[in-house]
């Protein structure tokens, strides 16, 4: 068995965590990985400063499911300040399997953390990192 | 080709020896390699010969005077050669080289397309279409003014052709793109019916076969189309190198494709007239030793014998269907074994086909997960991706057995 799919990656994936869409909300954004053709979209609200609701829906891989599911977890409850500094390597750790290797697998597992930053861009011009700057072309 | 006498069967664990790949162990196992569709092992006889092209023949070709440079066209020529062989095409001057099978495509599509193509004229592709044969035209009908159509397929992933009747009804049908065996389902399509519908309107047909050459004889003249694109690497040969073929008036009367070095007869400040055929269509300095590789490559299969390669992945793929029936959860997409090539392409109701795809790796099972760059295709059936197993002269029934052991190691994670 290979050992990406370790407990906790499947119970996320199985029962997500923050799982649905905020209407109305103060932020929003989608993003696709088109190797995978893995889909995350965000809605997220604030209170003030920090980030006081975030949900996610979209298909895909266990591990892009998976780590939106962990991501959620994350987020919810930070300042926006924070999370959009949120480096990657928090996630990954949360994740916590060896993703090293797979360059391709990294993508889907860091695909929600790339939209999290996008929708907090676009509402609150925080910078949108490098590596995800190819969400904003179209 | 011989259909009225049954190929003799493939002496698979020699031919397995000929690839270096299978001696290496993957996750402590002997490779299962189902991926061909996407893009074949290579042979030592493709593999050597190239070193020893490199190392004794190469320079640039067709301006070089010295003996290296004559040795280097020879090859590259000679490559051309074994390709129209392969083919049956009249001449090497129909033969044109390119990097890939999507390039081939493209350059119909920029060079007869944006010029031949306006308000009024319809482009046909299908659904099934690999991206390589569907988004040229869609660009090139948006580009030029005329209609984009695409043809639909029942719930079997074979083409509806009634739906022909309808499209033709919404202008000048001047172009039928569409793919030989569909590469992410299977499907084969009956090219030589809708050339011959095609021809009828006066229309061109366009012939995808990078998953057709590779696994079974072709003859451009029986198939009826006009132009007919393929690439090496899906073939034992190297990757960028690819071959367009084109009826040798439609090629001339073209307007070139890429522009610059060897594809020009003289230039000068007011004019510049193209080289003759296929030149005018291979600018620059070409993939020398790809196309080389892929006469060596033309060479193997030839020896083997395409009929026997055909006959050996039609009992892989009867096998595997019949496995995967009986797998709990599996679904396999597409038309019987009668009218598919070697792809076996399924879902399985508890996980995502990339997760399919991981778990298969670590039992040394190597399968292609994804849309397979067919969208409009993964739409059709409501899902997507799915899983993909592809056959060639060198996979067994066990490397299908392997499959199956692995999906049953994905039912024990997902299920």
């Not at chain 1, 975030?54 to 987020?75: D, H, K, N, P, Y």
């Not at chain 2, 069967?9 to 397995?16: E, G, S, T």
């Not at chain 2, 439609?250 to 307007?255: C, D």
């Amino acid at each position: 068995m290979s050992d990406l799919y370790r407990e906790l990656i499947l119970d996320h994936y199985k029962n997500p965590r923050n799982h649905g869409e905020l209407d109305p909300c103060d932020a929003h954004a989608q993003g696709q990985n088109p190797l995978c053709g893995d889909d995350v979209s965000i809605t997220m609200n604030f209170s003030g400063d920090d980030v006081s609701e975030i949900r996610f829906t979209g298909r895909g891989c266990a591990i892009s499911q998976a780590a939106a599911s962990m991501l959620m977890e994350l987020v919810e409850g930070k300042t926006v300040a924070e999370v959009a500094e949120l480096p990657k390597e928090e996630l990954l750790d949360e994740i916590g399997v060896p993703l090293a290797k797979n360059p391709a697998r990294l993508k889907c597992a860091l695909l929600s953390l790339g939209v999290v930053k996008l929708a907090l861009h676009r509402a609150r011009g925080t910078a949108l990192p490098e590596e995800w700057a190819g969400f904003e072309e179209r | 080709m011989s259909s009225l006498t049954t190929p003799t069967a493939l002496d698979v664990p020699r031919i397995r020896a000929d690839f270096p790949v299978f001696e290496e162990r993957f996750n402590g196992r002997e490779l299962a390699f189902l991926d061909s569709a996407n893009s074949s092992q290579k042979p030592r006889h493709v593999l050597e010969g190239l070193t020893e092209f490199y190392e004794h023949s190469y320079s640039n070709v067709h301006r070089a005077v010295y003996e290296l440079g004559e040795r280097a066209t020879a090859a590259y020529e000679g490559a051309r050669e074994k390709v129209r062989v392969l083919l049956g095409a009249d001449s090497t001057r129909e033969i044109v080289f390119t990097r890939n099978g999507t390039e081939a495509l493209n350059l119909v599509a920029y060079a007869w397309g944006l010029s031949e193509l306006g308000p009024g004229d319809v482009v046909v592709s299908t659904v099934l279409e690999h991206h390589s044969n569907f988004v040229p035209w869609q660009y090139v009908a948006k580009r030029s003014g005329a209609e984009f159509a695409m043809l639909g397929a029942d719930a079997a992933g074979e083409l509806d052709l009634e739906q022909l009747d309808e499209i033709e009804r919404r202008g000048r049908i001047r172009l039928v793109a569409l793919g030989l065996i569909s590469n992410s389902i299977g499907t084969v399509n009956p090219v030589e019916e809708v050339a011959a519908w095609a021809r009828e309107r006066e229309a061109l047909t366009v012939v995808d076969a990078c998953q057709a050459a590779p696994h079974r004889q072709l003859d451009v003249a029986t198939l009826g189309a006009d132009f007919v694109a393929l690439t090496g690497h899906k073939m034992l040969g190297p990757s960028g190198i690819g071959v367009l073929w084109g009826r040798q008036e439609l090629l001339s009367a073209m307007e070139p494709f890429n522009l610059g070095g060897e594809m020009i007869r003289s230039v000068s400040e007011r004019e510049t007239t193209w080289n003759e055929l296929p030149n005018k269509f291979e600018a620059g300095t070409p993939p020398i030793a790809q196309a080389y590789g892929l006469g060596l490559a033309v060479d193997y299969l030839t020896n083997v014998g395409l009929d026997r390669i055909e006959a050996h992945e039609h009992d892989l793929t009867v096998y595997a269907m019949e496995q995967l029936a009986t797998a709990e959860g599996v679904s396999v997409l597409g038309p019987p074994p009668e009218r598919r090539g070697g792809i076996v392409s399924f879902t399985i109701d508890c996980a995502h086909p990339h997760d399919v795809a991981q778990i298969l790796d670590s039992h040394g099972v190597a399968v292609r997960a994804g849309h397979h760059c067919t969208q409009p295709a993964m739409e059709h059936f409501g899902i997507p991706a799915t899983t993909r197993a592809s056959f060639y002269l060198y996979n067994t029934r066990e490397d299908v057995d392997r499959l199956l052991e692995g999906l049953a190691g994905v039912r024990a994670t997902f299920g």
